[in-house]
């Protein structure tokens, strides 16, 4: 069983930062494939970006270029630092792990707004 974590949510103006961090439990973090996801209001859930154990990543075109998703195996812990935030950006953001099956963290609420 995997417990994942998030913090780093909260109200930030246009154009600001936020740092997103998801906490993992469990002995093989370097094995999990991780990511995050956000879900606007009323929308549908959507990958923002993914990270593999060896630390490749990929990310949402939306988000290309303002986001960075890293790992700390050390620390077992996923960070996602989101840079020129815009107000479509307001969304809860989930956690992701993938190992031998998927767990998901209860979500942060991200909100940008003037």
């Known amino acids: 069983q995997v417990q994942l974590v998030e913090s780093g949510g909260g109200s930030v103006q246009p154009g600001g930062s936020l740092r997103l961090s998801c906490a993992a439990s469990?002995?093989?973090?370097?094995?999990?494939?991780m990511g995050w996801y956000r879900q606007p209001p009323g929308k549908q859930r959507e990958l923002v970006a993914g990270i593999s154990g060896g630390g490749t990543t990929n990310y949402a075109d939306s988000v290309k270029g303002r986001f960075t998703i890293s790992r700390d195996n050390s620390k077992k812990t996923m960070y996602l630092q989101m840079d020129s935030l815009k107000p479509e950006d307001t969304a809860v953001y989930y956690c992701f792990a993938a190992y031998t099956h998927d767990y998901w963290g209860q979500g942060t609420q991200v909100t940008v707004s003037s």
């Open positions: 469990g002995s093989s973090f370097s094995m999990y494939v």
